[in-house]
């Protein structure tokens, strides 16, 4: 497994912006899909974006569809995610997640197979 360490949360006003970083252990980062998943209080842990191990594919929740943005650099081994437009209902802790998975894109959260410890993301209206 690879080990995954989130930053870049914080508090926002609706609106605005904030960028997620999400460093990755290894040599092997660039045989796993990526994605970013979000779980608010009481709710269940939901898929917001996913890259292919190329960065060339990604897909999005319609939720955050033309607002967010998720990019990675195999040769720094990170994963991003840009959000901008930020609602309150985007109030979440974010989770960064890779998988080695068979297809280009995952979006199902039992199809990844390490996480982050999360980092919160508060959007205030």
């Known amino acids: 497994q690879v080990q995954l360490v989130e930053s870049g949360g914080g508090l926002v006003q609706a609106g605005g912006s904030v960028r997620l970083s999400c460093a990755a252990s290894?040599?092997?980062?660039?045989?796993?899909?990526m994605g970013w998943f979000r779980q608010a209080p009481g709710k269940e842990r939901e898929f917001v974006a996913a890259?292919?191990?190329?960065?060339?594919?990604?897909d999005y929740a319609d939720s955050v569809k033309d607002r967010f943005t998720i990019s990675r650099d195999n040769a720094k081994n990170t994963v991003n995610l840009q959000m901008n437009s930020l609602k309150p209902e985007d109030t979440a802790v974010y989770y960064c997640?890779?998988?080695?998975?068979?297809?280009?894109?995952?979006?199902?959260?039992?199809?990844?197979?390490?996480w982050g410890q999360g980092t919160q993301v508060t959007v205030s209206s």
């Open positions: 997640a890779a998988g080695r998975i068979a297809g280009r894109i995952a979006t199902g959260v039992k199809q990844y197979d390490s």
């Open positions: 890259i292919s191990r190329s960065g060339i594919s990604t």
């Open positions: 290894g040599r092997t980062f660039s045989v796993y899909v």
